[in-house]
């Protein structure tokens, strides 16, 4: 009785584990500016538009082409409660400018824009 199972065990746990986490949906992160008033997010069905650092948009978790912006916001504003704009802080304002623009052109008032909580001031 060697060490040979001790092995075969500490070996056959660490495979568990890294394949265990590499079935994990990598995300990207979006920095959220920081305000002293954030809320909690509303609880209902907003319909989601991300702009990230990267330039890249997404409705919804779907990449959307900015040209195709006017489509698909036209094609889900009926069904939804208003658009919560996640902009990351690296986003140029004209750019979140814009995408509010689009929105209210289709009808949509209630429009909130994602921040993170700022931590208390020491």
Excluded: Y
Excluded at 78 to 102: F, I, M, N
Aim: net charge negative; glycine share 4%.
């Amino acid at each position: 009785m060697g060490l040979t199972p001790l092995v075969d065990v500490v070996f056959l746990l660490l495979i568990f584990f890294l394949v265990a986490t590499s079935f994990d949906e990598p995300r990207l992160a979006i920095e959220l500016p920081e305000a002293e008033t954030a809320a909690a997010p509303d609880s209902r069905e907003a319909l989601r538009v991300e702009l990230r650092a990267t330039g890249e948009l997404r409705v919804d978790g779907d990449v959307v082409e900015p040209a195709d912006l006017d489509r698909v916001l036209a094609a889900r504003a009926a069904t939804a409660e208003g658009l919560e704009l996640r902009a990351d802080r690296e986003v140029p304002h004209g750019r979140v400018v814009e995408v509010l623009d689009r929105a209210r052109a289709h009808d949509i008032q209630e429009i909130s824009i994602a921040v993170e909580a700022r931590a208390p001031a020491p």
